[in-house]
């Protein structure tokens, strides 16, 4: 997504069509404050410059990376600080990367498991089913 220097202030509409993201999203993410309030036209519309644009696709990335709204406020927090150091943003990345790692661990055990259970079962016409014992177990 390229913009230029001089472009004029975009609906939300045509922002939300420009990040590839619904209305919904915007909306939401101006709610729970990833999103700054947008200056308003003497209508009342908002409109949306281009760093409020740059700012949604970091969001969006973010999302993207598997980020949860959290880290992006922390993530936020410390550029709209513009004191943030490089040191500030690894650490954050590497807490996210071992929560990545973990999810990824757990989803290796949940397919070995389904894996192994689905294996054991016939897929026959009796009423005895491994993957049914197998959900039942204590």
Same mark, same amino acid.
């Given at each position: 997504m390229s913009f230029e220097a001089s472009e004029a202030p975009i &609906? @939300? /509409?045509? %922002?939300?069509? @420009?990040? /590839?993201?619904? %209305? #919904? &999203?915007?909306?939401?993410y101006e709610k729970i404050g990833l999103l700054?309030?947008? #200056?308003?036209? !003497? /209508?009342g519309h908002r409109l949306y410059?281009?760093?409020? !644009? $740059? $700012?949604?696709r970091f969001i969006? $990335?973010?999302r993207e990376l598997g980020?949860?709204? #959290? #880290?992006l406020r922390s993530l936020l927090s410390l550029v709209d600080s513009k004191a943030?150091?490089?040191g500030e943003v690894h650490d954050l990345s590497i807490d996210h990367l071992a929560s990545v790692r973990q999810k990824i661990a757990d989803l290796k055990r949940l397919e070995r498991t389904l894996s192994r259970i689905s294996d054991e079962c016939s897929g026959g016409a009796v009423p005895e089913c491994p993957v049914i014992?197998? %959900?039942w177990a204590d």
């Open positions: &609906t @939300r /509409g045509k %922002l939300a069509k @420009r990040a /590839g993201c619904h %209305l #919904e &999203t915007v909306r939401y700054l309030p947008p #200056e308003r036209s !003497q /209508g410059k281009i760093d409020d !644009q $740059r $700012r949604l969006m $990335r973010g980020f949860s709204i #959290e #880290e943030y150091t490089c014992d197998a %959900l």
